[in-house]
């Protein structure tokens, strides 16, 4: 198992980049959470196998049709403490 925290910078709030990320994250078996932050990014735990891990990670850099990612920080993180994947707030 492999845990990657994400924060995406750009035009990724209001443009269904939460909802996306979530269809994505479950349909590649991840667990972990995705929610908005006050600075206008997006913050993401994504967990599980390192390829599905690597893979969504690479696809965050594209994101839905109306985002616009300029850039994406990513750090190791723990695992979460549940399985599943949510969207926060």
Not at 54 to 62: A, G, K, N, W
């Amino acid at each position: 198992m492999n845990a990657k925290r994400l924060v995406i910078a750009g035009r990724v709030q209001g443009v269904g980049y939460r909802a996306w990320l979530a269809h994505k994250a479950t349909e590649f078996g991840l667990s972990g959470w995705v929610r908005n932050r006050p600075d206008g990014s997006v913050e993401a735990l994504i967990a599980g196998d390192i390829a599905s891990v690597e893979e969504l990670s690479r696809l965050c850099r594209r994101g839905p049709r109306l985002a616009e990612v300029s850039s994406i920080d990513e750090d190791l993180a723990e695992l979460p403490e549940e399985p599943g994947f949510y969207q926060v707030g």
